[in-house]
């Protein structure tokens, strides 16, 4: 492949993998009270290193943990927050007719990053077992704001929700240096809002919860921006706009069209993983907002909703097609999700999740070759 120097690289990962056998049973176990912490976090590291062992056979250049250790791809990371804790929503959110369990976000305290967070012990686990770049990913500061009900500011530090970006800006900032502190090169702020923000049906229900979703772009660049403020020069720091992912379901359709300019060029991140494995993304037109430099654009043409490959050539087309927006070393490939957002994974096997990703490095090498 032409090299890349830098994340995100050619062929790439959003971050999660399908949990095994062994990590889904003894976390049913743990959950029971039948083995303690460290028996669950044994199993768990155990599993992580064969994991880590198999994205670098595969060849990656970045390797994740797969988020072995969470249930959820961004409901573990809020519980770590200073000033937050986990309650019980009144209804789970719809995943076009599967509903997951009910979890509510409650602001309880001043907003911080502890430096003790368990995450930051995640990282450094998988830094110390693979000779690759070890990417990090938690969920964006835009998506705790974005879902949060208006009930569930439980302080008085913050009679609403606008009152919450100063210290929420912060506390990512802390999580940032963190993060770089304990090693971290490549960090993911993974994200459901912007999607949501192109959908007439997510804009509709953002609404009813009294959110001024005509507005929220600009609170939403000012709050990611604040939150990179400080991000050291030799740091890069993605997201992955997603659509919903749970159990190879989603939420949100519409083309980037109505944020493709705030999301691209007005945000200070390094790169985006965007999906692009089904017409509910739209068209490549949004591209053109990528500005011409160092930002990249990864294509999530691959599905990791499905476990059946992708026509090699249909992907190299449309990659083509996308390269009339955005120059072609500007772009690179990745399945469009992960394949494991919630601990219960996607509807495909093990087997399967690795041919896809063998698939994204066999097509990134022909392209960008």
């Known amino acids: 492949m032409q090299p890349t120097t830098t994340p995100p690289f050619r062929a790439d990962a959003v971050g999660s993998y399908l949990r095994t056998d062994a990590v889904h049973e003894a976390r049913t176990r743990h959950a029971a009270g039948e083995i303690d912490d460290a028996s669950l976090a044994a199993i768990e590291d155990r599993d992580i290193v064969a994991l880590i062992e198999e994205q670098e056979k595969l060849g990656l250049e970045a390797v994740t943990d797969g988020e072995f250790r969470r249930a959820y791809w961004h409901f573990d990371f809020f519980a770590g927050l200073d000033g937050v804790e986990l309650g019980e ?9 599967q509903a997951i369990k009910p979890v509510a976000v409650e602001i309880v ?3 911080g990053f502890p430096t003790d967070h368990p995450m930051l012990a995640h990282y450094r686990f998988l830094q ?10 938690i969920p964006s500061p835009t998506v705790l704001h ?21 210290d929420l800006a912060a506390a990512y900032r802390g999580a940032v240096a963190a993060f770089y502190a304990a090693g971290c090169r490549y960090l993911q702020f993974d994200d459901t809002a912007w999607a949501y923000l192109c959908s007439e049906d997510e804009l509709a229900k953002a609404r009813a919860r009294g959110l001024d979703v005509d507005n929220i772009q600009a609170a ?4 990611i921006n604040d939150s990179l403020r400080d991000k050291p020069a030799d740091m890069v720091v993605t997201t992955h706009v997603c659509r919903g992912n749970f159990r190879s379901s989603w939420i949100a359709s519409g083309g ?12 200070n991140y390094d790169g985006y993983f965007l999906e692009y494995d089904s017409e509910r ?5 949004p591209l053109r907002f990528l500005p011409r430099g160092d930002k990249r654009v990864v294509l999530g043409l691959i599905t990791s909703k499905s476990g059946e490959l992708e026509d090699t050539d249909a992907v190299i087309q449309r990659i083509t097609e996308a390269a009339q927006f955005a120059p072609l070393e500007q772009l690179a490939l990745s399945p469009q999700c992960g394949f494991a957002s919630t601990e219960e994974g996607n509807v495909l096997t093990e087997q399967q999740q690795w041919a896809k990703m063998a698939e994204v490095i066999d ?4 392209v960008w070759s």
């Open 89 to 97: 929503s009144s209804t789970g959110m719809d995943f076009k007719g």
């Open 109 to 111: 305290g001043k907003l």
């Open 128 to 137: 110390a077992h693979t000779d690759r770049l070890a990417k990090m990913t």
């Open 146 to 166: 974005f879902r949060l009900a208006h009930d569930s500011l439980l302080t008085p530090l913050y009679p609403d929700r606008n009152s919450l970006f100063e």
């Open 220 to 223: 939403y660049v000012k709050l």
């Open 256 to 267: 980037y069209e109505p944020v493709a300019e705030n999301l691209l060029t007005n945000c």
């Open 281 to 285: 993304a739209g068209g490549f037109e």
């Open 363 to 366: 097509i990134a090498r022909r």
